[in-house]
């Protein structure tokens, strides 16, 4: 019953967190021309969204993703997905776009400060950068501590694989 009841507030919370940077994502791509960059893109969920909520092109959508074969899907769809490491420099001039976003991938950089960085350079100056992480203080990861577990957080999986390939380490 309590595991039933806190996986509800999970998702509930996540449902409110994730149309809360929806829709600040849509306002800023208020105009047709308007640019984004979804960072940990996956397989392109977010342009779905934001085509629906903003009418956002394929031209206009630009993803960076670690893993290769999501990256392979995206571009299968059409989309404008790279594979990367958020942890570097972003393949991308400065002041390239109008909202730039990263849900749920800063808790997963092993340097955290070089994203946010790169994530300014690449902001258009009136830009909107939108973040969304998860909250240590919440009752729903108190209450997996309480129970034994560890929530989610710190490097991504993949960041093992990249670490053994020594790619997260290279001089930009």
């Not at 409110?16 to 979804?38: I, P, Q, V």
């Not at 290769?68 to 299968?76: P, Y």
């Not at 350079?121 to 129970?147: E, H, K, Q, W, Y």
Request: hydrophobic share 35%; proline share 3%.
């Amino acid at each position: 019953m309590l595991k039933k009841y806190f996986k509800s507030l999970y998702e509930r919370t996540m449902k409110e967190a994730y149309d809360l940077a929806h829709d600040k994502m849509s306002k800023s791509l208020g105009n047709s021309n308007a640019t984004c960059l979804d960072c940990g893109a996956h397989k392109g969920y977010k342009y779905e969204t934001l085509h629906d909520m903003a009418g956002l092109s394929k031209a206009n959508y630009y993803g960076i993703e670690w893993n290769k074969e999501l990256t392979v899907k995206a571009q299968e769809k059409g989309l404008n997905v790279l594979q990367g490491d958020l942890n570097k420099t972003l393949p991308y001039d400065n002041n390239s776009f109008q909202c730039v976003f990263g849900l749920s991938v800063l808790e997963h950089l092993l340097n955290p400060c070089k994203f946010l960085k790169e994530a300014h350079r690449v902001l258009d100056d009136d830009g909107t950068l939108v973040i969304l992480t998860p909250n240590i203080s919440t009752f729903f990861t108190a209450a997996l501590i309480l129970m034994g577990k560890v929530p989610l957080s710190g490097p991504h999986p993949g960041s093992d694989q990249l670490l053994k390939q020594g790619e997260l380490f290279k001089k930009d």
